[in-house]
């Protein structure tokens, strides 16, 4: 079966036929497409485009198809050429030749983009549910290791002591924008484009408000050629996966980082590593590992996408099949990782000796020293260079800050007084990070309750 050729002498070649089908993949799409065809067939009943007893066999016997493909009763045919052709196919069965009547003002443009704006609503609805899960765990990590202080890095060089706490709040805040992000997305998902037809709209006397309220869209199409041929919705949420990867992957490159022998500042749970085929000592994060590569599939899914799209002209084209392959991807792929990465948190242990090592070389606590100047009255930058002298002069003795004596302090500045110990202690610094947003334990306390309170909106 197939929904048009009454013009052609020849059925498609079997390798047409198999380069073209898409029943492979949007058979995904078969609780859509049927959600999508009964509100159709509503639609037409309440605007007398077929009668009202034909308008009830038809749902009727599309709940029979959903039924029959829920219990395994009825199977998809292969044959098919895609899952609109094939749900009619399965309809026909049912209701007999009644089931044309289903495509009544309705072109497989206008409805191929409802189905996966159907799909993919319910997607973002999903991965925001996913995402605030990591978020939560983010949060009770930091709350349990609120007394664990770290190197916080810049430009991979060890910089100034922070909260481990504050630490993994700063990817809660990435994956909050990303929770934002998708949300802003769903609004321009949830439009209705049925009714559209193939892109002229039709002759027949429509209400796609109707279906749009039957199927909860906010809104519907103001175009009707801009509603079978937009794909910005498909764009948007593959660019907002993308991002919300770059953040998974870059919190993934952390664990990686910190759970090797030269930082061991994290272990890894067992269950979240694998081993060597030939080294048994081996212990490897894969599960990390992976999660950091995956992001280059969505980054993928996004390019191939904007290339597919940036040389079409109106209104549809077939090219737009290739939408929904990069679409699974993305939602499988960030879906799966959010959850292998929450887990993989959930059960991490930070060793809080090593970090606290850690604290030991770099100088951490310069910036702290100049701010002790400035506070006596020196301008920053005079302070700066003197600080820097006085890391040149450890760095050439080998030694640090913590064992230069007063005499060796005054004999940078005389400005350096009997308290200067105090301002070098890691922790004496992070607790003097009291602006707000800061590494202060006060600070991070507020911001974990500020997290919290987000989640539950």
């Known amino acids: 079966m197939r929904l048009w050729g009454g013009r052609f002498r020849k059925k498609p070649d079997e390798v047409a036929h198999e380069f073209t089908t898409s029943l492979p993949f949007d058979r995904r799409l078969a609780e859509h497409d049927i959600a999508g065809s009964i509100a159709h067939a509503r639609m037409l009943g309440h605007c007398q485009i077929v009668t009202a007893e034909e308008a009830r066999q038809l749902e009727a016997g599309l709940e029979r198809v959903r039924a029959g493909l829920s219990s395994g009763e009825l199977e998809l045919d292969s044959a098919s050429e895609d899952i609109h052709t094939e749900i009619e196919r399965l309809l026909g069965a049912q209701v007999g030749a009644l089931a044309g009547k289903l495509h009544t003002a309705r072109s497989r443009n206008d409805q191929v983009a409802l189905d996966l704006r159907l799909f993919l609503r319910e997607e973002i609805d999903s991965l925001r549910q996913g995402i605030a899960a990591l978020q939560k765990t983010l949060v009770d990590v930091a709350e349990r290791n609120m007394e664990v202080v770290l190197p916080g890095y810049t430009h991979l060089q060890r910089a100034q002591p922070v909260l481990l706490a504050q630490h993994l709040l700063a990817y809660f805040n990435m994956f909050q924008r990303d929770r934002e992000r998708l949300a802003d997305c769903r609004k321009r998902v949830n439009v209705c484009p049925l009714g559209a037809a193939a892109l002229a709209g039709t002759s027949f006397p ?252």
């Open 206 to 457: 429509v209400a796609p408000s109707f279906v749009a309220e039957q199927l909860g869209f906010e809104g519907v199409f103001a175009n009707s050629m801009d509603a079978v041929s937009d794909r910005d919705f498909v764009l948007e949420f593959l660019a907002d996966a993308s991002v919300a990867m770059v953040h998974v992957s870059q919190l993934s490159a952390e664990l990686v980082l910190w759970s090797s022998a030269e930082f061991g500042f994290v272990r890894l749970d067992d269950a979240w590593c694998t081993g060597s085929s030939i080294m048994p000592q081996k212990r490897n994060p894969d599960v990390a590992e992976l999660a950091r590569g995956k992001a280059g599939r969505v980054l993928g899914d996004l390019v191939g996408m904007l290339a597919v799209a940036k040389g079409l002209t109106l209104s549809y084209n077939r090219d737009y099949q290739e939408d929904k392959e990069a679409v699974f991807d993305a939602v499988d792929t960030l879906f799966g990782a959010v959850e292998a990465v929450r887990e993989m948190v959930a059960t991490a242990a930070f060793d809080a000796e090593r970090t606290e090592g850690a604290l030991s070389k770099g100088f951490l606590t310069a910036t702290e020293v100049a701010d002790y100047l400035v506070r006596k009255g020196l301008p920053f930058r005079e302070a700066h260079g003197i600080v820097g002298q006085v890391v040149s002069f450890c760095e050439k003795q080998g030694t640090a800050m913590e064992d230069l004596t007063i005499e060796e302090w005054r004999s940078f500045s005389r400005e350096f007084g009997q308290d200067i110990p105090e301002y070098i202690s890691p922790r004496g610094a992070v607790a003097a990070k009291a602006s707000p947003g800061g590494t202060a334990p006060a600070r991070v306390k507020e911001q974990i309750a500020a997290a919290r309170k987000l989640l539950k909106e």
